[in-house]
T-cell receptor, first 113, second 110 residues
């Protein structure tokens, strides 16, 4: 298995632009999570899905952030409009079942200038 | 909600020595405690985990201990090697939500 695949690996964009991050979870994993990592706040859970359904989006910082999971093999995290304070590494993770350890992707490093 | 504290934030050891990283949690309902290793430019990788019905678990050079009464758990790395240098995160899980510690940057000096 190729693991959790994220794209792009790096994204540099100008303030105000729309940014879309993509994630392909491990086949058969029913849970998908989006995390944001910064030096100041560490790893923050943004949202997670179970069987493609959003379960908890309480970590999504603002209405500028949205996430979708149209099918079991694909999820997106969109920021519109982007702001410099959104600069961070965004990780996608998936897990096989309730209460099992996550498998993380390699992350997308987002820089908003 | 759950609060996980992790210490120390940085740790330097000589190659061959042992390293210990400690975490405490606040919610007694937490029942699963994974540890992740994050190398530069990569995502966190699960290295060992323990459930609340077990007091200790070992996998080659790494071990984790759990004290439910005191609500703390620790990662032990023996015979450290330069490739052990990374950031280590502990986590406590309630249901399917993980609460991560703030990380420990471990440097193993050759």
């Amino acid at each position: 298995d190729a693991g959790v695949i994220q794209s792009p690996r790096h994204e540099v964009t100008e303030m105000g632009q729309e940014v879309t991050l993509r994630c392909k979870p491990i086949s058969g994993h029913d849970y998908l999570f989006w995390y944001r990592q910064t030096m100041m706040r560490g790893l923050e859970l943004l949202i997670y899905f179970n069987n493609n359904v959003p379960i908890d989006d309480s970590g999504m910082p603002e209405d500028r952030f949205s996430a979708k999971m149209p099918n079991a093999s694909f999820s997106t995290l969109k920021i519109q409009p982007s702001e410099p304070r959104d600069s961070a590494v965004y990780f996608c993770a998936s897990s096989l079942a309730f209460g099992w350890g996550y498998t993380f992707g390699s992350g997308t490093r987002l820089t908003v200038v | 909600g759950e609060n996980v504290e992790q210490h120390p934030s940085t740790l330097s050891v000589q190659e061959g020595d042992s390293a210990v990283i400690k975490c405490t949690y606040s919610d007694s309902a937490s029942n699963y405690f994974p540890w992740y290793k994050q190398e530069l430019g990569k995502g966190p990788q699960l290295i060992i985990d323990i459930r609340s019905n077990v007091g200790e678990k070992k996998d080659q050079r790494i071990a984790v201990t759990l004290n439910k009464t005191a609500k703390h758990f620790s990662l032990h790395i023996t015979e450290t090697q330069p490739e052990d240098s990374a950031v280590y995160f502990c986590a406590a899980s309630i249901g399917n939500q993980f609460y991560f510690g703030t990380g420990t940057s471990l440097t193993v000096i050759p």
